[in-house]
């Protein structure tokens, strides 16, 4: 009875499992089962079919859904159920326990009857479960989709899976080369999941020993320190900025980027992160030049979209400030009107017009700082900018 009394999915998918819960043939698999033991919630369903039915219950969800069947592949096709945020996949296998050992790791392959209303275990998944270890069913289905590698480090950062059984960890550390010949898309979508993941740091461990920053764009990374931020980033996170919410994948990727200055722009060529969480990261990035020349006041008083995201990044590498950071966005502030212009900077001549934009963020920030209060002070303030430059 596992999934019958459960509150961890919608109501439309338990309304879909009774039009179907008659046919013996028809199981629940995968992530949904591992989910539900776990009393996490879960979003998206797969469905086997035993080959000897027709595909009658895939037009009886469609039709109930009120939603049209997509065919994924030719030689073995899965069809994909979609209406707004409810995504069914349905395949057809030949037999439950090969299906089981095909699968990427077990505690992906186990099978639920909504016939019987219980639990297929053909790989002792169940046990990796409750021991939050991942470990692949048989020898040589890593090498045969690479991108199981990325899944073992997701499924630690989005679930906290602690162990990675050693034939497992072995495989993945020989054949981690092949994701360079994986598709892009398929890469990214992981590797998105991955960093976003609540539990990052205890999957880090994992992509140190497989260099999985290094495979994909050549880049050296101090994972140790980079665990370190993101076990902090963490810390301030519960504590200073509870019920705050703001893109943690663009403030992850930040920090990353504090181990390598040029992985960023390596990750945006070859695509392995979206475009815009790139641009998201680089923007926050910025803020680093002004962190020893001006107050955090002065920092986070010019307002944007991503002004939460650049105060938690502030905070997780500089964690002694990280209360006065949090009060600082608490806190309502209305920026001073510019006591300089960009025009009256550019009347000075003093730098080349390509510079006016720096130097006007420059003399704004100093003004937000008490490093000048009028105009006299300003004009004096970048006077002492061109000599410097």
């Not at 390596?266 to 020893?292: G, M």
């Not at 600082?328 to 006591?339: C, E």
Request: charged letters at 30%; glycine letters at 4%; hydrophobic letters at 40%.
């Amino acid at each position: 009875m596992l999934f019958e009394n459960s509150t961890t999915f919608k109501k439309e998918i338990k309304q879909t499992l009774k039009i179907i819960e008659g046919n013996k043939n028809v199981f629940i698999v995968g992530g949904a089962i591992r989910d539900e033991l776990l009393g996490k919630p879960w979003f998206d369903l797969d469905l086997v079919i035993l080959k000897q039915s027709n595909k009658e219950d895939i037009f009886k969800i469609a039709k109930f859904l009120k939603a049209k069947i997509i065919t994924l592949g030719k030689k073995e096709p899965t069809y994909r159920i979609c209406k707004e945020d409810i995504t069914i996949d349905v395949t057809f296998i030949s037999n439950l326990k090969e299906d089981a050992f095909r699968r990427d790791l077990t505690v992906n392959a186990l099978f639920y009857s909504l016939k019987e209303k219980r639990i297929m275990d053909y790989v002792s998944g169940i046990s990796d479960i409750k021991r939050m270890i991942l470990r692949a069913p048989r020898k040589g289905n890593i090498e045969k989709d690479p991108i199981r590698i990325l899944r073992i480090g997701r499924l630690q950062a989005t679930h906290g899976f602690t162990q990675i059984a050693k034939d497992t960890l072995e495989e993945a550390v020989r054949q981690v080369n092949l994701l360079r010949k994986e598709p892009i898309e398929r890469i990214q979508h992981e590797i998105t999941k991955l960093i976003e993941g609540e539990y990052l740091d205890i999957a880090i461990e994992f992509l140190a020993k497989i260099n999985l920053f290094e495979v994909l764009t050549g880049s050296y990374i101090d994972y140790r320190s980079f665990k370190s931020k993101i076990k902090r980033f963490k810390e301030i996170k519960k504590k200073f900025f509870p019920n705050s919410t703001f893109n943690e994948l663009s403030v992850k990727l930040a920090l990353l980027a504090t181990e390598n200055g040029s992985i960023l722009d390596k990750l945006k060529a070859n695509n392995t992160i979206p475009q815009k969480e790139i641009r998201k990261a680089s923007s926050i990035l910025k803020i680093l030049q002004f962190k020893n020349r001006f107050s955090y006041r002065a920092i986070l008083g010019i307002r944007d979209n991503l002004i939460l995201e650049k105060a938690v990044f502030l905070a997780s590498l500089d964690p002694a400030k990280s209360l006065e950071i949090a009060n600082l966005i608490s806190t309502p502030f209305t920026p001073p009107k510019p006591i300089l212009s960009a025009k009256e900077i550019i009347e000075t001549q003093l730098f080349p017009i390509s510079d006016t934009n720096k130097v006007y963020l420059n003399t704004y920030l100093a003004q937000l700082d008490g490093i000048f209060k009028d105009k006299n002070g300003g004009l004096q303030y970048i006077r002492n900018l061109a000599k410097k430059s």
